[in-house]
């Protein structure tokens, strides 16, 4: 199958959020490995210097540099991979705080090491931007032309949803509809690395995708633990994988992956820091009754996620339809900074529901349902939290694959989740 991306670079929603090299700043970009780090700092900032530190004689030469001639010899620059060379950070730093450099852009995608090192040379100089995995956003307009607010945001920005779903069209037609649909299954099976979307192959994806999980391995991991043995972590990782979109209980994690609790939680923050997977918080209001305290365990990537666990490209579950939409969710959010937390709710009795956008103005809920049809029975639970929610609720989704906004009620719509999240 030939995919409608495969000549396109697709333009990152980040692009525009980054400072111009005329203001006074320390750039740090970090995410995981092949998320277009390079490629964002290269279109970015053409006419900067760039410094690659996966090569060795680099950071020779650049190690080299007196921390006093640094802003003289070095000056304004782009250095990837900086935590292949943790000296330079207080090279920069003491450039920066003397006024003799005014703006470097840093990169790399070992997000332990390179806050760690934030935290104790540069806090409070650094302007931090996260390059996730491709969002459905950018794949339905990739080019960045269209300059339209997507509905996720123009919902954060509104107080009445009923207000933001009624200005639009109840369904999208023709090519619209194609290209939104063909997105979000993209997304859904493939995930959103952005050198998947030039290959269009389908035995030459699910390589690419291997030799992916293998580099992480050996790469990332390597930096991470140095771990002698990495049969136990490749295990562990594929045993978690299967866990996307459930609560976690380290536990049973431990004995089904053949390990003690604290080596699970310590494999699980490897993940978590190297852009692999996040966890969920439960909302911590108790709006109906006893609410749990375990976070849901999620993967930022399908593609990824189906490659770890075994589960391969064919299947198609509600399992990894909510990874999918929790995964849009938490990346949107945290590309653009936006001042909302996301939770998801469950009682003590088994009331649960997806997702809890919380907002300086309250809450939104949000039901994913993988299939096309929505009925009023899929709305019990919202009627429930809005009822105990009282001022603070904003309104109900749930969010499905089917074409049409429809309102059920007061403040409750269905909503097709690719048009949602684009």
Not at 294 to 323: A, C, H, I, M
Not at 371 to 392: E, P, W, Y
Request: aromatic share 12%; charged share 25%.
């Amino acid at each position: 199958m030939l995919t409608m991306w495969e000549n396109i670079q697709v333009k990152r929603k980040v692009f525009d959020l980054l400072p111009l090299d005329t203001v006074r700043a320390i750039v740090l970009i970090t995410g995981a490995r092949q998320t277009g780090k390079t490629t964002l700092v290269k279109e970015k900032y053409s006419n900067l210097p760039y410094f690659n530190l996966d090569a060795i004689e680099l950071r020779d030469q650049l190690s080299a540099v007196s921390t006093f001639s640094w802003a003289r010899d070095v000056g304004l620059a782009v250095i990837d991979e900086i935590q292949k060379e943790s000296s330079l950070f207080e090279k920069i730093k003491y450039s920066y705080d003397e006024g003799k450099l005014n703006f470097s852009v840093l990169t790399g995608s070992s997000q332990l090491l390179l806050l760690k090192k934030v935290r104790e040379t540069m806090a409070g100089r650094i302007k931090l931007f996260e390059l996730f995995p491709l969002m459905l956003s950018e794949l339905v307009n990739p080019t960045g032309k269209q300059k339209q607010q997507i509905t996720l945001a123009s919902l954060l920005d509104n107080n009445s949803i009923d207000d933001v779903f009624e200005m639009y069209p109840s369904v999208l037609l023709g090519e619209e509809w194609e290209i939104h649909q063909s997105a979000e299954e993209w997304l859904l099976v493939w995930g959103g690395m952005p050198s998947l979307i030039h290959i269009n192959n389908e035995p030459d994806r699910i390589n690419w995708l291997y030799d992916y999980s293998v580099a992480y391995l050996e790469r990332d991991l390597a930096d991470l633990a140095r771990l002698s043995d990495l049969r136990p972590f490749r295990k562990f990782q594929s045993i978690a994988a299967l866990r996307a979109a459930n609560m976690l209980h380290y536990t049973e994690l431990a004995k089904d992956s053949g390990t003690s609790v604290e080596t699970a939680r310590r494999y699980l923050e490897y993940l978590n820091i190297s852009y692999q997977n996040f966890l969920l918080q439960p909302y911590y209001k108790n709006l109906t009754s006893s609410l749990v305290k375990t976070p849901k365990l999620f993967w930022f990537d399908n593609g990824l996620l189906r490659q770890s666990s075994g589960l391969g490209f064919k299947v198609d579950t509600g399992q990894l339809y909510e990874n999918y939409f929790a995964s849009e969710l938490m990346k949107y959010l945290r590309t653009t900074k936006r001042r909302a937390k996301l939770f998801y709710y469950r009682t003590r009795s088994g009331m649960e529901i997806d997702f809890i956008i919380e907002t300086q103005e309250g809450i939104i809920a949000i039901e994913t349902k993988s299939r096309d049809k929505v009925t009023q029975s899929d709305f019990s639970a919202l009627r429930k939290l809005a009822t105990a929610a009282g001022k603070l609720w904003l309104g109900g989704i749930v969010a499905y694959r089917g074409n049409k906004i429809e309102k059920f009620g007061g403040k409750l719509w269905a909503v097709p989740s690719c048009r949602l999240l684009s």
